[in-house]
């Protein structure tokens, strides 16, 4: 079986080889958008008519990262980069590049932005100053090929687990790597396969987690419309490891791009014995189904996960006992989020010490991050752990445009809180974040500038926890909604200084008695902006300032 | 909302057969095949109401029935499921949907006014439909588009960098050009 998936790799390298250029197009959601859809034929028409067809490839590829730049090229292996690229101008990017090898200044990227040019795209600080791991073929190879992930080394982790390695060998090296929940939680990975490994049950499931559902998160999306197959074989691994023979795909409706290309991948794998019953020649089998979601932000909490999974409400569960004892159909179940499958394969590629060696001492490996909000260069990227907030949004990000001044980044969504200037240089890993009232969540950043009313975006964030309890439980729905009528009321500018007070009282309260990481987490955004911008507050509440008001909320309760 | 949990109940308490659904119509067709696939799991009750919504816009009730029929689920539980997720509409929604993201990007780039500017010209408020059924207006909480704040979904294409007044008149073009 080794020998097919190096047959495959030979052919599609001395396809590429008789390319003497290479055009990849970005085909994110966001690029898509943006028409890279019809740029990409006509990039493949124009190379056609002008007879080019045997020197240049085209090709569609993932996120590329820049988002808001977009539709992407990259002329590969000339490492440029060109911007909002339109159909119509294909025929001339291609005379011009691949026809008379002349960069087209004008459509370098971020040619038309504040910062520096991207002359060479490794060089531009937005690319140098990342560290690509789980997003490693991201932006690279096709998504939609199977022997371009072969090509780029695919299967291969999973060969020499089922071949080469024990069960127990396989979870010693992830625990080894110190990679930890990318979710948000940051709960050590390899602790974890060892429980449900441990727990002696005839069936057991591995449930990827693509519920992605803070608002302002989209590298789980990045991960599985641009890397499939990475996804698939980290879940197969963790199958083997765990010992299940099912696994779930749990990805949410609103990513109709992302459903289709894990189908695709997992039809491919099928079909090439990478997946189904007998893998890659051997006696593992494992099927993979994928569960659409229905929107309910609840749902990303893995009790819940489940509940959804089994056709039901999205409702949680109180733990113990956790998932990894008694998790879907009571069963033991191994729940695990997209980017941390993602970040399998390269562990056992490259050895568990070696992804220790990348980050923090406590906080191992690299972190993906959509970077979104008042930012220039807004898009996905992926830094070591340990990358200071300031490096991430002035020197990858381009800082803030217009001129404007930074005030916060919020990190978490809806359960992590915004980090003031003063606190830029602290360097992003689990614990840190959580010191300074956030939480690193699952990688969700959004820039705010000087316009930006903190008290709005603790009054925004309350809402959304608000509208998406579930009910279940007393503490969330009614707390959420009784903070929610509290900042409303203050944004209103008829907020007195004892709705601060029990806006004080609650927050605490509803943290310490609620069932689930939803009414947990749901004060943080309230707490961590009245920590670090209180005068905000005060400024709002009318004996302080006449009259003053942030202007109605955007749900109508 | 309470009548047609009511309706749905007395459905299932005379189940005799009476509102058989019109056989003939092939979106009938296409679920019952997605149920058959599933072997009418009922662990696969949202997978199927995916299905339903897929072909008629929006969950019927009398599809609903059907649903709760063939799977052998309580109606009262495929009420509870397809009215506790957002995805699921009881109510059908315009011939035209657009659907304004208020995730987080889009709230600090200007999303609320996009939702006041087609209140104001439009008078549609976010889950309002107009009168004659063409446009619908709703939000989302967040499409993960965030690098083309303010996003808006027009028919299933993400518009990026949307500005309040153009979208009103895209809005207004995309209408006409139905009618």
Same mark, same amino acid.
């Given at each position: 079986m080794l020998g097919k998936l190096d047959e495959i790799t030979a052919r599609v390298r001395q396809r590429s080889q008789e390319y003497r250029l290479k055009l990849q197009v970005c085909c994110g959601a966001g690029c898509l958008s943006s028409g890279a859809g019809e740029l990409l034929e006509e990039l493949k028409r124009a190379v056609a008519a002008q007879g080019l067809e045997g020197e240049v490839g085209v090709v569609p590829t993932g996120c590329m990262g820049p988002c808001n730049q977009g539709p992407l090229v990259r002329v590969s292996p000339d490492d440029t980069m060109y911007e909002k690229v339109v159909a119509g101008e294909a025929a001339g990017l291609v005379e011009c590049h691949c026809g008379r090898g002349e960069e087209v200044r004008a459509k370098l990227l971020f040619s038309g932005g504040e910062g520096p040019v991207c002359e060479r795209a490794s060089e531009h600080p937005f690319f140098r100053l990342q560290r690509r791991v789980a997003l490693e073929n991201c932006g690279v190879i096709n998504p939609e090929s199977l022997e371009d992930y072969i090509a780029a080394g695919g299967y291969r982790a999973l060969y020499h687990a089922l071949t080469g390695m024990s069960r127990e060998e396989v979870i010693a090296e992830i625990k080894q790597s110190g990679l930890r929940g990318r979710g948000g939680a940051g709960y050590p990975t390899g602790l974890k396969w060892e429980t449900v490994y441990k727990h002696v049950s005839a069936e057991k499931y591995v449930i990827c987690n693509g519920d992605e559902g803070d608002p302002g998160a989209f590298m789980d999306r990045g991960i599985l419309e641009g890397d499939p197959h990475r996804v698939l074989e980290g879940m197969a691994i963790a199958a083997y490891a765990v010992g299940a023979r099912k696994g779930y795909l749990y990805v949410r409706a609103e990513y109709p791009l992302a459903i289709k290309r894990f189908e695709l991948a997992i039809k491919n794998a099928r079909a090439q014995h990478l997946l189904g019953s007998q893998v890659l020649g051997t006696e593992f089998q494992f099927e993979v189904e994928i569960r659409v979601g229905a929107g309910a932000f609840v749902c990303g909490e893995e009790t819940a996960l489940i509940a959804s999974i089994e056709g039901r409400r999205g409702q949680p569960q109180p733990r113990p006992p956790y998932p990894a004892e008694r998790g879907l159909w009571g069963k033991p179940t191994l729940i695990n989020n997209v980017e941390t499958f993602a970040n399998i394969v390269p562990?056992?590629?490259?050895?568990?010490?070696?992804?220790?060696?990348?980050?923090?001492?406590?906080?191992?490996?690299?972190?993906?991050?959509?970077?979104?909000?008042?930012?220039?260069?807004?898009?996905?990227? /992926?830094?070591? *752990?340990?990358?200071?907030?300031?490096?991430?949004?002035?020197?990858?990000?381009?800082?803030?445009? $217009?001129?404007?001044?930074? !005030?916060?980044?919020?990190?978490? #969504?809806?359960?992590?809180?915004?980090?003031?200037?003063?606190?830029?240089?602290?360097?992003?890993?689990? =614990?840190?974040?959580?010191?300074?009232? &956030?939480? @690193?969540?699952? #990688?969700?950043?959004?820039? +705010? $500038?000087?316009? &930006? &009313? @903190?008290? $709005?975006?603790?009054?925004?964030? +309350? =809402?959304?926890? *608000?509208? /998406?309890?579930?009910? !279940?439980?007393?503490?969330?729905?009614?707390?959420?909604?009784? @903070?929610?009528?509290?900042?409303?009321?203050?944004? /209103?500018?008829? #907020?007195?200084?004892?709705?601060?007070?029990?806006? =004080? =009282?609650?927050?605490?309260?509803?943290?310490?008695?609620?069932?689930?990481?939803?009414? *947990?987490?749901?004060?943080?955004?309230?707490?961590?902006?009245?920590?670090?911008?209180? /005068?905000?507050?005060?400024?709002?509440?009318?004996?302080?300032?006449?009259?003053? &008001?942030?202007?109605?909320s955007a749900h109508q309760p | 909302m309470a009548r047609q949990y009511e309706m749905i109940m007395r459905h299932s308490r005379n189940s005799s057969g009476t509102a058989e659904p019109p056989r003939t119509d092939t979106r009938y067709k296409r679920i019952a095949a997605a149920m058959q696939k599933h072997q009418c799991r009922p662990d696969a009750l949202i997978e199927i109401l995916h299905k339903v919504q897929d072909a008629f816009g929006y969950l019927p009730m009398e599809a609903v029935r059907f649903v709760a029929r063939e799977m052998r689920v309580p109606p009262s539980r495929v009420y509870g499921v397809a009215t506790f997720y957002h995805f699921f509409s009881l109510k059908p929604k315009g011939k035209h949907n657009c659907v304004i993201c208020t995730g987080t990007a889009c709230h600090v780039r200007g999303a609320q006014a996009i939702v006041n500017e087609i209140q104001q010209q439009l008078g549609l408020r976010p889950g309002q439909t107009t009168a004659d059924g063409k446009l619908g207006v709703q939000i989302a909480r967040c499409i993960g588009c965030c690098g083309l704040a303010p996003a808006v979904v027009l028919d299933d294409q993400v518009l990026a960098k949307v500005k309040p007044g153009e979208m009103v008149e895209t809005l207004r073009a995309r209408v006409g050009g139905a009618r």
């Open positions: 562990i056992l590629i490259q050895g568990g010490e070696w992804y220790a060696s990348i980050g923090t001492p406590k906080s191992a490996g690299t972190k993906a991050f959509a970077l979104a909000g008042k930012i220039n260069n807004t898009g996905l990227i /992926e830094v070591p *752990m340990g990358t200071t907030l300031r490096q991430i949004i002035f020197d990858i990000g381009g800082g803030v445009p $217009d001129g404007k001044r930074f !005030k916060a980044a919020q990190t978490g #969504g809806p359960s992590g809180g915004c980090i003031p200037e003063e606190h830029l240089d602290v360097p992003v890993d689990f =614990e840190s974040v959580v010191k300074l009232g &956030s939480i @690193m969540g699952s #990688g969700g950043l959004i820039v +705010m $500038d000087e316009s &930006s &009313s @903190m008290v $709005d975006v603790a009054r925004f964030f +309350m =809402e959304f926890c *608000m509208d /998406e309890s579930c009910g !279940k439980c007393v503490p969330c729905r009614v707390g959420t909604k009784q @903070m929610y009528d509290l900042l409303h009321r203050i944004c /209103e500018g008829r #907020g007195t200084e004892s709705d601060l007070a029990l806006l =004080e =009282e609650l927050a605490p309260m509803v943290k310490e008695t609620s069932l689930c990481g939803l009414g *947990m987490t749901a004060p943080n955004p309230l707490l961590s902006t009245l920590r670090y911008f209180r /005068e905000e507050y005060l400024a709002l509440i009318p004996r302080r300032a006449e009259g003053a &008001s942030v202007g109605p | -």
